[in-house]
């Protein structure tokens, strides 16, 4: 898939506040400084189109921007940000909470790991958040221009081992890094893939 255009939409507190959902749409999530504007930036092709930071807790809004005019990229606030009041933490839940389990267009939350670490309670924690909520999801492994390959390798594979002591089904992974833009096609393969059994699905239902 190439992206032909990235638009910013509108930065909502709320869930109520986002665009119509009627449009496939794809949230990025993940412990805080993980990497998730880099990465949307990084495969829309547009360095400055979701906000970076070297602070953790830049990102505090739930951000749409429109890609080719077809489906939505979501960029979230990170969790796991040591400091922020209780109040704010909790303002935080409620609002991904929100999100994740009312937006009846959400495709799947890309859940990013940064893959220079062991795996973290708090990510594993998350993951199983999701799956209470019957929320699909995938994994994507961030910063692998940090470590060696070696080292990238085996943090994604204990992951994953960690993962299937709990989950009978492992979705598809994606090994990224924002700085070498590694992990772009086959990402940008499996949203336009989704994209189009969407498509195919809608199709058939108006022919019933
Ligand atoms: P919050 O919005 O605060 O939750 O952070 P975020 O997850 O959106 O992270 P962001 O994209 O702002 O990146 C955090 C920091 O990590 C920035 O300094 C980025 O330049 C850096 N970074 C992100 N991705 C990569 C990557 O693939 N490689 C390297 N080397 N640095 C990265
Ligand atoms: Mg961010």
Redesign the pocket.
């Known amino acids: 898939m190439e992206i032909t255009s990235a638009t910013y939409i509108i930065s909502s507190p709320k869930v109520e506040n986002c665009p119509k959902p009627d449009m496939p749409e794809y949230a990025f999530i ?10 949307i930036n990084m495969l829309t092709g547009q360095n400055n189109l ?10 505090q809004l739930i951000n749409h921007f429109l890609i080719n005019k077809e489906f939505y990229i979501v ?1 979230l ?2 969790y796991g ?1 040591a400091k922020v009041s209780q109040n704010m933490r909790a303002q935080w839940e409620k609002m991904i909470a929100d999100y994740l389990q009312q937006r009846t267009n959400l495709v799947t939350v890309f859940v ?1 790991i940064d893959s220079r670490h062991e795996p973290q309670p708090i990510d594993l924690a998350f993951l199983r958040k999701l799956g209470e909520w019957n929320i699909p999801f995938n994994v994507v492994f ?5 470590s060696s390959q070696r080292d990238a390798a085996k943090n994604v594979r204990r992951f994953v081992d960690t993962m299937k002591q709990e989950w009978e089904f492992i979705p598809q992974t994606f090994l ?5 833009r590694l992990g772009r096609k086959p990402m940008l393969q499996f949203i336009a893939e989704m994209n189009q059994s969407i498509k195919e699905a809608e199709k058939e239902e108006g022919m019933v």
């Open positions: 993940g412990r805080s400084n993980v990497g998730k504007s880099s990465l979701a906000k970076t930071s070297n602070t953790p807790g830049k990102t960029d606030p990170g940000f990013l961030t910063k692998a221009d940090k990224t890094s924002s700085e070498k």
